[in-house]
């Protein structure tokens, strides 16, 4: 069966990744695979069937508590829940780590095919009286203010909350709120407005309680083998009318502001178990990604963009060929001396295009960083649209992009050596430093900052002190050593050669017009990039900052492979017309002119704060910009490679082609 599902999972990623167009039609054939299917079975009457390898309990894990309106998570156990003491934490992977989530044992735990009614979990008391319990108590109403969401998880599935949205459509949250809360003016925010019950002024309600309902499926010829398909729940509000002997009525539990004494809060669970013999265990996930917004979409906005971009794209490379065409033909037909006095455009600059840039040293430590994340994020992406880096493979697609980068300062070092030779450098050994350390530096400097203030909110997405240790021993042990053994093998190689010869004096650029200076065509050049990638920008922010599952990787692998295309025929374009108004100074500008949609990147991540979402607090916003900031460097050198090496291919090859006297 496990062989079935791998070859399964193979065949479709494979298919999404060469036709996703196809996929429109039936988004349910894609399904997002987890770990290896466990079993499931009632417990053993008198000891019997006790050596059989299915489980009969049924274990719920708690993840961190995040919120739309912050960007701080938290650990399940900052707030004052019933929790469960010695018991092993499930270990987590490097991704998991960065991205903040804290997967713990909790005291809500089954067996299966038990139903319970009303089980009593645990009871909080607070006393207003007392500081620690005042605190608690403060925290807590933080948290419903600012919608904080619980995260629970069985059998490697989340426990979702399906509720009614418009257009009769059903949406599945794969979390729930902590509470809610009324305003002074009786408006009821986020999850209040489901109980009418919930009325009073100025006053928190807090779901303590919850009827989970598990579905399951049996497996075939393994009876009686069950297999956990799907896993819903609903909170509720009980003030219980007994808090030791709770019988879940009576009216819902409320947290006045101007509550004093003592506080009794009961925390119950009802669950019940459902057969469903139509939904296999492999396409398990397939009912939580049909109801999220960017599912249902919005399939006709992304292809509409997509076969915009690929008709521009088609546009500019036909009418580079022909007019590039008809310069090579004309040139190299030129035989007199009247004819070559005639010269004129790109042939005219032959003496100086391939001249040294300023900053070169600069420049080359951007195109090895560059050639760096360009590979990882290749890789990355092939595989998760492959299925091996799905959200059901918590932290998979941060550890592989981490493990990726840190084993790529090979090439890192070598191209960035390669170019630093070509352009005449001498100083090798400030070039290899400024490879590894450079770019890298500053995006630990950034992201040490961002994890200072974390640390000081105490939020779980902060880093330990160990991994943070454990992240430098990877980039001063591994990525270091490997960028310089890069660096030797590109120094030791003989530089670049060129197909025509400089000249030793540079040729005097004539005044250009307005579209041929430079800034204008760095500014036009990053649009249509840009407008390539916008549409799965929008997802993929949602997917980081709205805590929404993203799993539309064959579609992004497409648009990867398009942005690629776009970004090389842009700078390719602009960079004819700067060769034909005689400036040759094309290095720093073919890197720019693609490089500057991370510009259009930044803009659009501004507008996409105060548009969007609802982010409070200076700690969160601050958190925001400084982790945006990370992203629009690494898609700068990204996006700029692609432009520099698309525009030197086409600069070689033109001047490789045609007869220079």
């Known amino acids: 069966m496990k062989v079935f599902l791998r070859v399964r999972l193979a065949v479709m990623s494979a298919f999404l990744c060469a036709a996703p167009l196809l996929l429109v039609q039936d988004a349910a054939a894609f399904y997002l695979p987890g770990l290896a299917p466990v079993s499931f079975c009632e417990k053993p009457q008198d000891g019997k069937d006790a050596q059989r390898e299915c489980q009969d309990k049924i274990e719920v894990f708690v993840n961190r508590l995040d919120s739309v309106e912050s960007v701080l998570p938290y650990e399940y156990t900052a707030f004052d829940f019933c929790t469960v003491e010695a018991e092993k934490r499930p270990s987590e992977n490097l991704g998991q780590v960065l991205f903040g989530e804290r997967i713990e044992p909790s005291p809500y735990k089954f067996s299966f095919k038990q139903k319970e009614t009303c089980k009593h979990v645990c009871t909080k008391k607070y006393s207003t009286g007392k500081a620690e319990d005042k605190a608690n108590l403060d925290f807590l109403k933080k948290g419903m203010l600012l919608n904080y969401q619980h995260h629970w998880i069985v059998d490697n599935m989340p426990v979702t909350w399906c509720y009614d949205v418009e257009d009769n459509q059903k949406f599945c949250n794969p979390g729930f709120p902590i509470g809610c809360y009324v305003t002074e003016t009786g408006l009821a925010k986020d999850a209040c407005v489901v109980n009418s019950e919930f009325n009073d002024k100025d006053t928190f309600y807090i ?81 939580i990604l049909e109801s999220m917004p960017h599912t249902n979409i919005q399939w006709f906005s992304i292809m509409n963009s997509l076969v915009i971009v690929l008709f521009l794209s088609g546009m500019v490379a036909m009418i580079m060929l022909r007019t590039l065409h008809k310069d090579i033909a004309r040139y190299n037909q030129m035989d007199s001396v009247e004819d070559a006095q005639e010269e004129f455009g790109w042939k005219l600059v032959h003496g100086d295009v391939f001249r040294p840039p300023r900053k070169g040293m600069l420049l080359s430590v951007f195109l090895g960083s560059g050639t760096q994340i360009f590979i990882m994020t290749f890789v990355t992406l092939f595989f998760a649209c492959l299925g091996f880096l799905s959200p059901a493979n918590r932290g998979a697609l941060m550890t592989c992009a981490v493990v990726l980068w840190v084993l790529l300062g090979t090439p890192a070092g070598y191209i960035a050596a390669r170019f630093y030779k070509s352009f005449g450098g001498e100083k090798w050994k400030t070039n290899v430093l400024l490879t590894a350390f450079l770019c890298p530096g500053v995006v630990f400097a950034d992201f040490f900052l961002m994890n200072l203030i974390l640390w000081g909110e105490g939020s779980s997405a902060a880093m330990p002190f160990g991994t943070l240790v454990a992240i430098l021993a990877l980039w001063f042990c591994i990525s270091v050593p490997l960028t310089f053994v890069g660096a030797y093998f590109g120094f030791k190689k003989a530089g670049i050669e060129h197909p025509v010869r400089t000249n030793q004096i540079p ?127 690494i898609f700068f050198l990204f996006t700029g490679t692609i432009g520099f090496f698309a525009c030197f291919w086409f600069v070689t090859k033109i001047y490789s082609v045609v007869k220079v006297d």
């Open 207 to 287: 779901f303590n309680h919850v009827d989970i309902t598990i579905y399951y499926h049996n497996v075939e010829n393994e009876a009686p083998d069950s297999r956990l398909v799907a896993a819903k729940m609903e909170p509720k509000s009980y003030k219980q009318n007994n808090p030791d002997a709770p019988d879940c009525t009576g009216p819902p539990m409320s947290l006045g502001n101007k509550l004093n004494g003592d506080i009794v809060v009961p925390y119950t669970y009802s669950v019940q178990f459902k057969e469903d013999p139509n939904i296999r265990w492999a396409s398990r996930w397939d009912y």
């Open 507 to 633: 040729r005097q650029i004539p005044e250009q017009s307005f579209y041929t200076k430079p800034l204008p065509g760095i500014v036009m050049g990053g649009i249509l990039p840009f407008g390539c990638i916008f549409i799965q920008l929008f997802f993929i922010l949602n997917s980081i900052w709205s805590h929404q599952m993203y799993y539309m990787f064959g579609f992004l692998f497409l648009v990867f492979i398009i942005l690629v295309i776009t970004c090389s025929e842009a700078t390719i374009l602009l960079c004819y017309f700067h060769l034909c108004a005689e400036d040759y100074h094309w290095q720093w500008r073919s890197f720019l002119t693609s490089g500057f949609t991370a510009a259009y990147f930044l803009v659009y991540a501004v507008h996409y704060f105060f548009s969007k979402l609802q982010i409070t607090g200076l700690a969160s916003t601050i958190l925001y910009f400084g982790y945006t900031m990370i992203m629009a460097l």
